[in-house]
């Protein structure tokens, strides 16, 4: 059976529970080896760690941008000493989930905008000063991200970690790569009108990508039911991480690909992009 990293996915989210162990072990069950927890603010910090050293699992810790509105600068601080007290956690393997929303009206404007970008520029410096890759949100704002990425790189220096989800234009693409970075793909790829993400999905580097489900968010295509359908009470289906190795499959169609060889290849991705999962991977 190939082996898969589902590089994000929010495993303590209230979706999952009432069968989280059972939601866990479905995923395990289809070939899914390690799932990454990316925390979203100090309330979860605990939460991503306990469920990572429950289910042999990795997480992030992280004050994700939508939660900027709500946080105070001292959970910087916070952030800084939790990053200092697990240095030796061997499933600590990221800062994240960080980034900036331009897509949410609220935050695309002052004074949250300039908020968000406090806040981003702030963990980038922990992820330089902790030695960590970094798990970024990218929505509607590659271009300002990779700003503050060139900006806070030390010359000649490159950076480790993936943009999440992302969906952005060739160039920004090239970009990030230049940059370190991977990127992930996850359920919106499944989509047959998402022309541009597929095109890239099959065209870029075998080497970029790295896989995700993003659980519960960002369901794939067959779990996905339109406002029409919910108004008729058709529920939508839950995204969990055992969908990973069908949305694999998309992708691997796409590229003219055997299933196996992209999960090698993802796999790779995936423990080049945060060094530390090789070592669980290998437990």
Not at 51 to 68: N, R, S, T
Request: charged share 20%; aromatic share 6%.
């Amino acid at each position: 059976m190939p082996v898969w990293i589902d590089t994000h996915c929010h495993l303590d989210a209230a979706e999952f529970s009432g069968d989280r162990a059972a939601m866990r072990a479905r995923a395990a069950a289809a070939g899914v080896a390690l799932c990454v927890l990316p925390a979203v603010g100090v309330f979860n910090f605990a939460a991503v760690r306990e469920l990572a050293h429950q289910f042999g699992d990795a997480y992030a810790l992280g004050i994700h941008p939508l939660y900027v509105k709500q946080a105070q600068d001292g959970d910087l601080a916070l952030l800084d000493a939790e990053l200092t007290l697990r240095r030796a956690d061997p499933r600590l393997v990221a800062v994240g989930e960080i980034g900036l929303d331009y897509f949410v009206p609220e935050l695309s404007d002052s004074p949250l905008r300039e908020r968000q970008e406090f806040f981003y520029r702030a963990q980038l410096g922990l992820a330089r000063k902790h030695g960590l890759p970094v798990i970024l949100h990218v929505r509607r704002s590659a271009d300002r991200l990779l700003k503050h990425l060139r900006e806070l790189a030390p010359p000649g220096e490159r950076w480790e970690g993936i943009a999440h989800a992302f969906n952005g234009s060739d160039q920004q693409a090239g970009e990030f790569l230049k940059l370190g970075l991977k990127l992930g793909f996850g359920g919106a790829v499944t989509f047959e009108r998402a022309l541009q993400l597929r095109r890239l999905a099959a065209e870029l580097p075998l080497s970029a990508l790295v896989l995700e489900t993003d659980a519960p968010d960002i369901a794939p295509h067959w779990l996905y039911t339109t406002a029409e359908q919910r108004a008729q009470g058709q529920a939508q289906g839950r995204n969990e991480p055992a969908e990973l190795p069908q949305i694999a499959g998309v992708v691997a169609q796409l590229r003219g690909l055997a299933v196996d060889e992209l999960a090698a290849a993802s796999s790779a991705n995936a423990l080049s992009a945060l060094p530390r999962l090789a070592q669980l991977l290998a437990c």
